[in-house]
């Protein structure tokens, strides 16, 4: 792998860690910020709101149920029994009034079941539909909640609340109470679910699950109960709990809270993921823009670095000034040549060509002037040789032509062509306000010679050009 790809996989394998530590560490503040703030805020709170909609629904029927065991008529009626309208009368204002589903009463003395149709059934210890009353009736309680199912009022299951009626002497009279529809009480729990991703539920003292949405119990059924057993005891306490469990993966915390209205425990359970979920995406979204960014920078980078390489590469071969060819790059180059030569018997020529008097014309108009000059010079030069030859500035004022498959006699008909186009060169003479010449040395190279032999050569022949009055062409 080259240096500028190593330095781009770098980068990019750099920026590529720090962006995803970077959306890890947000993530994960943020994720135990959202758990910090169910747990001490959110969960509680909506278990307060919960209570207050018990209240609303289920505490206050519960009131409702007390009163009418208390009540004064109530107590006279069952004493006598006698005129069944008026007991009609007032189940159904205590139903109207309260707009419930259903008002009932059961007298102790003849078992009837009265409701504000009148007499529904006449209850019996064989039929099992009747067991709640005879077990409510053995135990020592005065009240209680149960789901049944009466087919006399609705073929969904119905929350009966329940409270005993004592004469003055504590004999049971009977029992009365109202029912609530709990197709009406799954909607207000199935809304909590959907709407507020939390799933409430109730247990009483034995740890059963006595009332939840229908889609609750069948998903509790197995699962969410075993996963729940271990934490009955804190379930089941009269002090406010929030337990944090794992199931399938999946983090769950729990809330509860001792309701004595209804002597039960309610549960305000969710599933952290529902408040998470955004925080996930957000976290894939950031992966996601950090790797196209980091792609982006990383295709940058590569540019940068080809077009930084192109340069560094270019400049370790040209000349910086002239653009052409550099000493090193030209001797490279004309190894390769010299070695094809010897194969295959071809002729290459070396021109070597100073500037006259150049130092003197440098001092007087300036470096700047110089320096136009050599750009000037050098573009002559190449706008006559061919592609497949050599041209080099060799240093200072000094250049260097190698000349591929050219005999002297050609060489020496294209050496006195270019020491004819710089003598009147209209650019070179407006830049210097005088003739600007050069002085030329010819050789060409042999089997037996070295690179370094053959330059020498023609440096001596350029030299001997000079000597002989500058602006000449000489042959070794």
């Known amino acids: 792998m080259g240096t500028k790809y190593k330095v781009v996989f770098l980068i990019t394998s750099l920026l590529i860690i720090l962006s995803i530590s970077i959306s890890f560490i947000n993530y994960s503040i943020s994720y135990y910020s959202v758990q910090k703030q169910l747990k001490n805020q959110t969960l509680p709170l909506f278990l307060n709101n919960v209570y207050l909609d018990i209240q609303k629904h289920i505490v206050k029927p519960h009131i409702i149920s007390s009163t009418m065991a208390n009540n004064s008529f109530l107590k006279n009626w069952l004493k006598e029994e006698s005129n069944t309208e008026k007991i009609k009368e007032y189940l159904f204002s205590i139903k109207k009034d309260y707009d419930l589903f259903n008002t009932f009463l059961v007298s102790e003395k003849t078992k009837k079941y009265y409701t504000k149709d009148g007499v529904l059934e006449v209850i019996n210890e064989k039929n099992p539909l009747n067991a709640w009353y005879f077990d409510f009736k053995e135990s020592d309680k005065n009240h209680e909640m149960n789901l049944d199912l009466n087919k006399f009022m609705s073929d969904d299951l119905i929350i009966f609340i329940n409270y005993k009626i004592y004469d003055e002497n504590s004999k049971l009279l009977g029992v009365t109470g109202v029912s609530l529809k709990t197709l009406y009480i799954n909607k207000i729990l199935k809304t909590f679910r959907t709407h507020k991703h939390f799933i409430v539920s109730f247990y009483n003292k034995n740890g059963q699950m006595v009332l939840s949405e229908k889609y609750i119990n069948s998903k509790y059924s197995d699962s969410g109960k075993k996963s729940l057993s271990k934490f009955k005891q804190e379930i089941l306490s009269k002090d406010s709990s929030m337990l944090e469990y794992k199931e399938n993966g999946n983090t769950y915390i729990l809330n509860s809270k001792y309701i004595p209205e209804l002597d039960l425990y309610l549960t305000v359970e969710t599933n952290l993921e529902n408040f998470t979920y955004n925080i996930t995406n957000v976290l894939y979204f950031n992966m996601i823009v950090s790797f196209l960014v980091t792609a982006i920078i990383a295709f940058l980078v590569y540019l940068i670095i080809k077009n930084y390489s192109k340069k560094i590469e270019f400049l370790s071969q040209h000349d910086p000034l002239t653009k052409v060819s550099n000493r090193r790059d030209f001797e490279l180059k004309l190894n390769t040549y010299f070695n094809l030569m010897k194969r295959k018997r071809n002729d290459i020529c070396l021109i070597f060509i100073d500037i006259d008097d150049f130092k003197s014309l440098n001092d007087k108009l300036g470096h700047h002037i110089g320096d ?82 053959a330059i020498s050569r023609a440096d001596k022949a350029m030299y001997l050009s000079k000597n002989e009055g500058k602006n000449q062409v000489s042959i070794l």
């Open 372 to 453: 136009k000059v050599l750009v000037q010079f050098a573009n002559i030069m190449q706008s006559e040789i061919r592609k497949t030859d050599l041209f080099a500035r060799w240093g200072g004022e000094e250049f260097l032509i190698a000349l591929i498959d050219s005999n002297i006699s050609d060489t020496t008909n294209l050496t006195e062509k270019l020491r004819m186009l710089i003598e009147n060169d209209i650019k070179l003479n407006k830049l210097t306000k005088t003739k600007v010449t050069a002085s030329f040395g010819i050789t060409k190279l042999e089997e037996d010679d070295t690179i370094e032999e």
